[in-house]
């Protein structure tokens, strides 16, 4: 599996629950015990809160924060149109304004710090649909990528355990 057939298995699902737009949030706590579903969709761990939409269309847009992370994103994720800001809530707003998103899911808004996950609750609307179980599910299989990675943290870790 890679990236592309990821997004299209999470695709096939927001149509299936006529979703028009999943707007997939980080909170940035990057932890090997719990998948931070929108870096899993993303390909990318930003350094603060962050946003992947994705259009039933399947065109994408990454929000993050800090707005210095923008180099880093472009360099890790050149296909993936970015929006780089210092307030995640209101560059959500204006990209939500700029592109209406019709039937909004969400997944990650409970994992994001309170004031921030409130200000994007008045955005997203209160009738946005908890997408969390579904894009968990469709997503589970690792990347190609991943698993090199995974191969290569293993190959790193029994070096060091060999000097040790």
Request: no cysteine; charged share 25%; proline share 5%.
């Amino acid at each position: 599996m890679n990236r592309a057939e990821r997004i299209e298995r999470v695709l096939r699902r927001m149509a299936a629950e006529r979703i028009d737009t999943l707007i997939a949030f980080s909170n940035a706590k990057h932890h090997l015990a719990r998948i931070n579903l929108a870096a899993h969709l993303m390909g990318y761990r930003a350094l603060g809160e962050s946003a992947l939409l994705l259009r039933a269309d399947g065109t994408e847009r990454l929000i993050l924060t800090p707005a210095y992370d923008a180099e880093r994103a472009a360099l890790r994720r050149p296909d993936l149109p970015l929006t780089a800001s210092d307030d995640l809530a209101a560059a959500l707003a204006e990209a939500l304004r700029q592109h209406p998103p019709g039937r909004i899911a969400t997944t990650g808004l409970g994992l994001m710090p309170h004031d921030l996950a409130l200000r994007l609750l008045d955005i997203v609307g209160k009738d946005a649909l908890p997408f969390d179980d579904a894009v968990s599910a469709v997503t589970a299989p690792k990347t190609d990528e991943e698993i090199a990675k995974a191969r290569k943290a293993v190959a790193i870790a029994e070096a060091a355990h060999e000097h040790m």
